[in-house]
């Protein structure tokens, strides 16, 4: 019964390079989501995916943001020319239902942009 | 603007004290809520949801939470803290049945032994 994991834990990387963090759901879990978590915020939404599909991107802040989901497992958001302010917590959440339905979190990424 | 707000940010309680933190939300319409609860160095987990019914949840650990529509609000509520219950809490509101989750900025409890 593994829970939601995400890799790596700790990522550091230098203004303009480009990072992937990935997120393992638990599974069959067919509902995705990642979160950004600034220091002394709460979690703020980036995308959801059911299945395959980002049926919800409206929270990605720009177009440097994109993240994908190919078999309906296992995500991987991406970050091009990264920024310090990208510095951040990244979480992921599965859930059995989509909206509304119970969200397990996994322990996130934490970014720092140098 | 559609927010949640969590009023207090850091509450220091001793042991057996009660506790209350206080969530409002913005949106109008329809609205699932949700408290999370992160231990130290542990992932965010459920304490306990509202989708309908009766407006007194019950969640783990002897929490509950009372949803007041008139008011807005889904205060958290726990008769007597324990030392373990020191942790970050988080509202949570489903709006609407949309696709995203907005959270508060979080409470920090320190429960001192």
């Known amino acids: 019964g593994a829970g939601v994991s995400q890799t790596p834990s700790n990522k550091v990387t230098e203004k303009g390079k480009y990072v992937e963090l990935r997120c393992d759901p638990i599974?069959?879990?067919?509902?995705l989501y990642w979160y950004r978590q600034s220091l002394g915020q709460g979690p703020e939404f980036l995308i959801y995916?059911?299945?395959?599909?980002?049926?919800?991107d409206s929270g990605l802040p720009n177009d440097r943001f994109f993240a994908v989901r190919p078999e309906g497992s296992v995500s991987t958001l991406k970050i091009q020319r990264t920024e310090r302010g990208d510095s951040a917590v990244y979480l992921c959440a599965s859930s059995l239902a989509g909206v509304g339905g119970e969200q397990f979190f996994g322990p996130g990424t934490r970014l720092t942009v140098l | 603007a559609q927010s949640v707000s969590q009023h207090n940010h850091h509450v220091i309680l001793s042991e057996a004290a009660s506790l209350e933190l206080g969530c409002n939300y913005s949106?109008?319409?329809?609205?699932?809520l949700f408290w999370y609860v992160q231990y130290p160095g542990q992932h965010l987990q459920l304490l306990l949801k509202?989708?309908?019914?009766?407006?007194l949840v019950k969640g783990i650990k002897g929490f509950e939470a009372e949803f007041i529509k008139s008011k807005f609000s889904f205060n958290l509520r726990k008769p007597s803290v324990q030392w373990s219950d020191t942790a970050e809490y988080f509202c949570?509101?489903?709006?609407?049945?949309?696709?995203?989750?907005?959270f508060g900025a979080g409470t920090r409890l320190t429960v001192k032994p």
């Open positions: 599974s069959g879990h067919t509902a």
């Open positions: 995916f059911q299945g395959t599909g980002a049926a919800d």
């Open positions: 509202y989708f309908s019914g009766d407006p």
């Open positions: 949106y109008g319409g329809t609205v699932n």
């Open positions: 949570a509101v489903n709006a609407n049945n949309n696709n995203d989750m907005r």
